[in-house]
């Protein structure tokens, strides 16, 4: 049987058969009355401060899990693997070697750079080859043994 | 104008509360390069990277004072630019040549806390590295590509581990130049260097971290905008196994994950010209 439409839903003040200290009514006036004015999310709504389990006052921290903020920091690795990881990097550091200190020097002309790396591969050497002999003579050593015709 | 930009670093081991002359790191120096008196260098940016939290400390006498002059809290496991931050504008502090500047750092007392500064140079002779400004950037600039390389870094302070640009993915077109615009690295440490033989062997860098992504990839092009300058690196991909990427961090090494920004270039910047130079060579699409 179709129940007829309500005028005001069950606790609700206007309602005719309003009982202030009934738990229908207590439960309306626990959604609906907010004495400090407009609220920003409603009653029970996830993101309001007073819903149990919200997560307003977690720490929004770049690179962390605020689910799970007991992960490495951009990573995301566990306590566990952040470990092993960071005793790895120790094992590898031991094994890393420091950068070679490099004199300074004129910094070459690209165009004789890519001259010179032309003629040797025009002479036979395959392009790495002759990158790398341009490295370490110089583009302008093999220019010179070019226009002396030398390879 | 034969300029140049080189990071130079240094670390301070167990330093505590106690401002400590920082040591530089290998082949580093806080002496300003010998150049013609009348040229300019600059101290274009400055960081730290501390385990506790600090001060870093730059004076010189030829500076503002000799007592605290150019004095910054390093706040804990943060590698943020100090002076001047040039990602909103920026003001450079002028530089002396052979002018050693007093580089301190506090920190922790059981740990090597580290330091770096970015120097440039108007017109450093013997050097003449290749670097290009924004508008230039804009003309030749064809196509973005990254170069991810791996460096383990050394546990001493020093710069370690360095790899050629090429050693994960050799994807550069031969005989090609590219402008480096800046980096990201996925592991905090003190400076990320890239040197080559197109910067006259000299090291370019940016902070090492990982949380700064918006300054750090494109900080050589922000470095160049702020200052209205050419301070964006150039190599020839010929050149690539001689240009290498490395890292200076503290006591924990670590394992860095570095991808730099690059743009290829279209064929036209010569040696040591910068932007103004070869501003009206005729490119593609320009």
């Known amino acids: 049987m179709n129940r007829p439409e309500d005028d005001f839903p069950v606790g609700h003040p206007k309602r005719h058969d309003y009982d202030p200290a009934s738990a229908e009514a207590l439960e309306w006036m626990r959604k609906n009355s907010h004495p400090k004015g407009e609220r920003d999310w409603p009653v029970d709504h996830p993101a309001a401060l007073d819903t149990a389990g919200n997560t307003n006052s977690r720490e929004w921290r770049a690179g962390i899990d605020p689910l799970n903020p007991n992960r490495e920091e951009f990573s995301g690795r566990t306590p566990e693997q952040a470990a092993a990881v960071k005793a790895y990097n120790a094992q590898l550091a031991k094994q890393a070697k420091e950068s070679p200190v490099v004199p300074p020097i004129t910094a070459p002309d690209p165009r004789e750079v890519t001259r010179a790396v032309e003629f040797l591969i025009a002479t036979g050497n395959d392009r790495d080859t002759a990158e790398k002999i341009v490295l370490r003579d110089g583009a302008k050593a093999v220019l010179a043994r070019a226009a002396t015709g030398q390879k | 104008m034969p300029r140049a930009l080189e990071v130079v670093a240094g670390f301070a081991t167990n330093p505590g509360a106690t401002l400590t002359a920082l040591t530089p790191s290998t082949g580093t120096s806080f002496t300003v390069r010998g150049t013609d008196a009348t040229k300019p260098a600059w101290l274009l940016s400055a960081w730290g990277f501390n385990l506790a939290a600090g001060e870093l400390r730059i004076r010189s006498t030829k500076l503002h004072d000799f007592q605290q002059g150019i004095r910054n809290r390093v706040t804990a496991s943060f590698t943020a ?6 990602t909103n504008g920026s003001f450079a502090q002028r530089l002396f040549a052979q002018d050693a500047l007093t580089v301190e750092l506090s920190g922790g007392a059981a740990e090597i806390d580290c330091a770096a500064c970015l120097i440039g140079y108007d017109d450093l002779q013997g050097i003449a590295g290749r670097f290009i400004d924004q508008p230039t950037l804009k003309k030749l600039g064809l196509n973005i590509v990254t170069v991810e390389v791996t460096v383990v870094a050394v546990a001493t302070g020093n710069f370690g581990g360095a790899v050629a640009v090429n050693s994960s993915f ?11 615009l800046g980096g990201l690295t996925d592991t905090r440490g003190c400076a990320v260097g890239i040197t080559g033989v197109d910067f006259g062997n000299l090291r370019v860098g940016f902070p090492a971290e990982p949380t700064l992504r918006d300054e750090t990839q494109n900080w050589f092009e922000q470095l160049s905008i702020a200052f209205n300058a050419p301070y964006i690196p150039v190599f020839n991909s010929a050149n690539k196994s001689a240009t290498t990427v490395d890292v200076e961090t503290n006591g924990a090494g670590g394992t860095y ?9 279209a064929p036209g910047v010569g040696a040591g010209l910068t932007g103004a130079a070869v501003a009206g060579a005729a490119q593609p699409g320009a």
């Not at chain 2, 050799?170 to 480096?180: F, G, K, R, S, V």
């Not at chain 2, 994950?257 to 270039?265: D, E, T």
Request: charged share 10%; aromatic share 4%; net charge negative.
């Open chain 2, 81 to 86: 630019p100090l002076i001047p931050g040039h």
């Open chain 2, 257 to 265: 994950i570095v991808n730099l920004a690059l743009v290829q270039l």
């Open chain 2, 170 to 180: 050799d994807t550069l077109i031969a005989n090609t130049d590219y402008a480096i």
